[in-house]
């Protein structure tokens, strides 16, 4: 079982800069894949990064490639989303996700656990 609470989100302007951190519970968090995903109003949620728990390959959705990057720190117990040049259309609920011994996937439905979500608003 594994809790995750994240945090870092906020008001910016276009061209501005967010990082969410995703705190974990738990003392295998080492073992864990973790996926950020985000839903807009009236969106379905959808996948924005992820690494994998072996050899921490990232993967990201083409919308963000380039401008956010997903990090871990196991020490920590905490994977982090550092977004960059932001624009209005990153304006979300951003969610932290964990899947035990997986491989990291762009899939929301082979992930365990689930945050609570943190809100972005990236403003015009």
């Known amino acids: 079982q594994v809790q995750l609470v994240e945090s870092g989100g906020g008001l910016v302007q276009a061209g501005g800069s967010l990082r969410l951190s995703c705190a974990a519970s738990?003392?295998?968090?080492?073992?864990?894949?973790m996926g950020w995903f985000r839903q807009a109003p009236g969106q379905e949620r959808e996948f924005v990064a992820a690494i994998s728990w072996t050899d921490d390959k990232t993967y990201y959705a083409d919308s963000v490639k380039g401008r956010f990057t997903i990090s871990r720190d196991n020490a920590k117990n905490t994977v982090y989303l550092q977004m960059n040049s932001l624009k209005p259309e990153d304006t979300a609920v951003y969610f932290c996700?964990?899947?035990?011994?997986?491989?990291?996937?762009?899939?929301?439905?082979?992930?365990?656990?689930w945050g609570q979500g943190t809100q972005v608003t990236v403003s015009s």
């Open positions: 738990g003392r295998t968090f080492s073992s864990y894949a």
């Open positions: 996700a964990a899947r035990r011994f997986g491989l990291a996937t762009m899939n929301q439905y082979d992930y365990n656990y």
